[in-house]
């Protein structure tokens, strides 16, 4: 039998090598290594914080939609802090992210890093808050809540249950994170519905910046300086439960002696509610990341998406918070 000289043996051996090299860059390309074509999208998502539980449910909603979507989710928490979300959103675009999506800590401020990303060609979407920039075509889309409609929803429930009220009832506000849509907003909401009865009256009003020790502390203070409270507004349910323990503190009845609205119905609320502390939550529902990931999908692929996606909403009593809390997902 006739065997190959050695030279003609090291080409069989190297081609034999470039056969399986071959082979393999193959398969790589078939996982989506060569056309590009199911490279994953890469989301930039700009947090406000953690500031409330609504806040904690809604990056969880985010992170799990993120994963079960198969999108690459590049998660930054601004702390609260407008400056660290420019300079995240600044990031993402130098990253070249295929979309940005943020929830904006406050509603002003916001055109010259808007316009970065548009001049990048990099899409963004508002998810829950609202910037009040004039120019529509910075943004696609705004995904969340109509925080007007839960302002006026708490007020309406508090016009109609203080009809039979004979002298002035004495309210006092915990606003959320000043210069923030649902501070803004829910503030306007109320004060609208509230204004069908003369009666009632906004004594005191001050920012506790969603958080619960902050919703205490502001509320020591309003009880300190306000010996007849009737009613709270507070603008979160944290807010809110901070309250109830500066409330039982000064040896009062919350639920009682003063009533609580709250907005959210997130968990702890909702138990606050159902135990008559609370006596009425307008709902804002932090899910919104089965929604968000959708609409990323359609700006990376050029669809036309609504200006306004609206979250569906609704109110509850002590009653309808005992029958819904065995089921309540945040
Ligand atoms: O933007 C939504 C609001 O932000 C929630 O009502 C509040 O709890 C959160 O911190």
């Known amino acids: 039998m006739r065997s190959f000289p050695t030279s003609r043996r ?78 995240a959103i600044r990031n993402f675009i130098q990253q070249k992210v295929d979309v940005i999506a943020f929830s904006p800590v406050v509603e002003s401020g916001w055109d010259t890093v808007l316009k970065e990303a548009k001049d990048a060609k990099i ?36 016009v109609e249950n203080t009809k039979d009220a004979t002298g002035q009832v004495n309210i006092v506000q915990l606003e959320g994170t000043t210069g923030s849509a649902p ?11 509230i204004a069908a009865n003369p009666k009632l009256k906004i004594i005191a009003s001050q920012s506790g910046d969603f958080k619960r020790a902050d919703g205490k502390q502001v509320m020591e203070q309003f009880l300190k300086a306000n010996p007849k409270i009737d009613v709270l507004f507070a603008q979160n349910d944290d807010m809110g439960l901070g309250a ?30 159902a135990d008559g502390k609370f006596n009425f939550i307008a709902e804002c529902n932090p899910l919104l990341g089965p929604q968000l990931m959708e609409l990323v999908k359609k700006v990376k692929a050029g669809e036309t998406v609504p200006e306004r996606i609206e ?18 997902k945040y």
């Open 123 to 158: 899409p963004v979407i508002l998810t829950d808050r609202a910037v009040d920039s004039a120019d529509k075509s910075l943004y696609k889309t705004f995904l969340g809540s109509d925080f007007v409609k839960e302002g006026k929803a708490a007020g309406d429930w508090l």
């Open 311 to 328: 979250t569906k909403e609704t109110t509850f009593t002590q009653d309808t918070a005992k029958a819904a809390l065995p089921d309540r």
């Open 10 to 87: 090291a080409v069989a051996v190297l081609a034999a090598a470039l056969l399986v090299g071959g082979v393999t860059a193959c398969g790589n390309s078939d996982t989506g290594g060569g056309s590009g074509g199911d490279k994953k999208i890469v989301l930039g998502f700009s947090q406000v914080g953690a500031e409330s539980g609504w806040r904690t449910a809604n990056t969880t909603s985010i992170k799990e939609s993120a994963a079960a979507a198969g999108i690459d989710l590049k998660f930054d928490d601004a702390q609260q802090k407008q400056e660290n979300q420019i300079k």
């Open 183 to 193: 501070a803004n907003d829910r503030t306007k909401g109320f004060a609208e519905a």
């Open 244 to 273: 109830i323990e500066a409330i039982t503190a000064a040896g009062k009845v919350p639920g009682k002696d003063i009533k609580i609205i709250t907005v959210d119905a997130v968990k702890d609320g909702m138990q606050a509610l």
